[in-house]
């Protein structure tokens, strides 16, 4: 079936913009400042003549469901202590569980993320996937932390946002500048660290991938902390 393509440059507007269907804006929000938001309102007001009978609904897709803004206070290695600024945003949960990543920059705002968080909301309802959108960051540069700053920062941000996140709640990911071993100590954190796994080869107590991830009879446990042993995923 051909589906007729249908322009999203449009002049006339079913639905007011969002200047005017709420002329006082969001609060939490610096009105006088271009953004990524800013983007993400603009295409929501391209297609929102195109919605129907869905338009009574698109005031919702221009406001976030929830908004946490946390301190991430840490130790550096140099004894001071250092505060950084992190994000989650859940921007629509109606469909399933948030899920987005977590990004560790120094120029994340609070406007990118929950522009992210937003098409991830969108993605996640084109693909008729069981999620809703969220996403997260922290404002720090990743490179000038050594690697137990790192995660320091990662347990303490986690540590912040736990009361929102979960298999349940939201789902973070891996993205700009996080991968598979901040994730793990984001798990760490959020589940316990086990006590009685330990890789003899790096000396240091770590996850067993399958324990988690996979199957718990997997026969080469991936260590997180040395990134040795099988990645390849296994039935339960």
């Not at 718990?216 to 039935?235: E, L, N, Q, V």
């Amino acid at each position: 079936m051909r589906i007729p393509f249908v322009s999203l440059h449009c002049t006339s507007h079913a639905h007011p913009p969002a200047s005017i269907a709420n002329p006082l804006g969001l609060s939490y929000l610096p009105s006088n400042e271009s953004s990524a938001w800013d983007m993400y309102l603009q295409q929501i007001d391209r297609v929102a003549p195109f919605l129907v009978d869905l338009s009574p609904w698109v005031e919702t897709l221009r406001r976030p469901k929830r908004v946490l803004i946390v301190d991430v206070p840490i130790h550096m290695d140099d004894g001071r202590i250092t505060h950084f600024e992190g994000f989650r945003v859940q921007h629509n949960t109606s469909r399933g569980p948030g899920k987005g990543g977590v990004r560790f920059h120094q120029d994340v705002t609070l406007a990118e993320v929950m522009a992210l968080s937003a098409w991830m909301s969108v993605k996640n309802a084109a693909l008729n996937l069981p999620f809703g959108g969220a996403k997260g960051g922290v404002r720090v540069d990743p490179r000038l932390l050594s690697a137990g700053e790192l995660e320091r920062v990662t347990r303490r941000y986690t540590s912040e946002i736990g009361v929102i996140i979960g298999p349940h709640k939201d789902i973070p990911a891996p993205d700009v500048n996080t991968n598979d071993r901040v994730m793990a100590w984001m798990i760490g954190h959020l589940f316990g660290q086990p006590r009685n796994h330990i890789d003899r080869r790096c000396h240091r107590q770590t996850y067993c991938a399958g324990r988690l991830f996979g199957s718990a009879r997997s026969d080469r446990p991936w260590c997180i902390c040395c990134r040795r042993g099988s990645r390849k995923k296994t039935r339960p």
